[in-house]
């Protein structure tokens, strides 16, 4: 038995002909001899009857900041909403399907409402129904406790549940259905011309997602990476193209030598960001003051990045919806800390930069010539990114886009 999973975004079940177009790509993969198992997202976004946000609004107008666990089973009748209605999508069409949810196949998180991750997929409900001759349409971005205590997983959680359900049942590989054609090279908002990226490594889709890329959950590309189990990320109206992850092992890909001859596969950013730093006559590493610091910042549920310390300053940035907090964290502590906001973190992504001279002279020079001044950098084998201000991002992206010819 040949298994794929087939992940439908909720901006691709809004519509009934969205909704046969879906159904379609099942048979599909019915015709090519595979046996599908599909994971959904909730319809639709903000606005939409049974988007994700819409429902939060809906519990935020009783009380402006709900308890969790009452978000989380609230947030979950999306995607119940969109199993029922597209099982009988696939019903209508003639196929035999089963509304599944995370409950009913066992899909076990940990212990944490809004953010929880998968520990466990029992697949025996999963294979009962499939031996049964139906197709599983099973919700996505939900879990339960040992309990029974329905959990969410995040943003774009449905991606994990796709890619947990492909590596539990040993899936051939695994597709994610979007309203785009693929990864793009840069966000087509700012660089049109972008284009889509024919086959990416795992490591590349995970820095690209880290780092701004609205392309793929990168616990779900974690998730395959273990495995060794390829991902496609497709359009719902194409049945060609789109990009491939991983995948050197079952599923060949295409242009595997462009992946290893590359430098650079893609340009992400983050916008709006705030620059928080403190400086002190005081020698922070002994002291103790920086491990006082970055733990009240976790405390707090905020975000660090692009760390500086030394022994006397301590500078990171960090979202801006976080800065007001991270100043009475720092207030608190009795620590003097300058916050500055507008800035934006620009990123160049390749796994084939490591190692490489020269990467970070174009880039710089790149910069440089459009008169966008670097104000701090930080760097991975697969990545280089650059702190900039926010009214130069979307000249600094389009600049980069062109540097490397992308």
Not at 105 to 128: A, F, H, P, W
Not at 144 to 167: K, M, W
Not at 226 to 249: D, F, W
Request: one cysteine or more; glycine letters at 10%.
């Amino acid at each position: 038995m040949s298994m794929i999973i087939q992940k439908f975004g909720g901006q691709s079940l809004v519509t009934t002909q969205q909704r046969e177009q879906a159904a379609s790509q099942v048979k599909r993969a019915l015709d090519r001899g595979f046996t599908p198992v599909i994971v959904v997202s909730a319809m639709g976004r903000r606005g939409d009857s049974y988007a994700t946000d819409t429902l939060l609004e809906v519990l935020q107008s009783v009380r402006a900041n709900p308890d969790q666990r009452s978000a989380d089973l609230m947030l979950s009748c999306g995607e119940i909403v969109a199993a029922c209605v597209f099982a009988e999508t696939l019903a209508a069409s003639g196929l035999v399907a089963v509304a599944l949810t995370a409950s009913q196949c066992l899909i076990k998180t940990d212990g944490r409402y809004g953010g929880s991750r998968i520990q466990t997929v029992d697949t025996g409900r999963l294979m009962r129904e499939i031996q049964a001759g139906k197709i599983p349409v099973v919700t996505g971005f939900q879990g339960v406790f040992d309990d029974g205590e329905i959990s969410t997983l995040g943003r774009g959680g449905s991606d994990t549940t796709a890619a947990a359900l492909g590596a539990a049942l040993e899936a051939e590989w695994v597709e994610i259905f979007t309203d785009v054609d693929g990864v793009k090279t840069a966000d087509p908002s700012i660089v049109p011309e972008a284009g889509t990226i024919d086959a990416l490594t795992y490591q590349e889709v995970v820095e690209l997602a880290h780092l701004g890329a609205k392309v793929i959950h990168p616990r779900a590309v974690e998730l395959a990476m273990e495995k060794g189990m390829p991902l496609k990320v497709l359009s719902l109206e194409h049945n060609g193209g789109g990009t491939i992850i991983g995948g050197r092992g079952r599923l060949r890909v295409q242009g595997t030598a462009a992946i290893d001859e590359r430098i650079v596969a893609g340009i992400a950013h983050i916008p709006g960001r705030a620059k928080i730093q403190i400086d002190d006559d005081e020698d922070f590493n002994a002291s103790g003051m920086a491990l006082q610091v970055f733990d009240s910042m976790a405390g707090q549920g905020i975000s660090v990045d692009m760390i500086q310390l030394s022994p006397d300053r301590i500078g990171f940035i960090v979202a801006e919806a976080d800065a007001e907090t991270g100043r009475r964290v720092l207030s608190r502590l009795k620590l003097r800390a300058r916050v500055d906001s507008g800035f934006a973190k620009v990123s160049v992504v390749g796994a084939g930069m490591h190692g490489v001279p020269g990467v970070m002279v174009r880039i710089v020079s790149c910069l440089r010539k459009i008169g966008v001044p670097i104000l701090q950098t930080t760097d991975s084998h697969a990545n280089i990114s650059c702190l900039i201000t926010e009214e130069h991002l979307t000249a600094a992206v389009s600049a980069l886009h062109h540097e490397f010819q992308l």
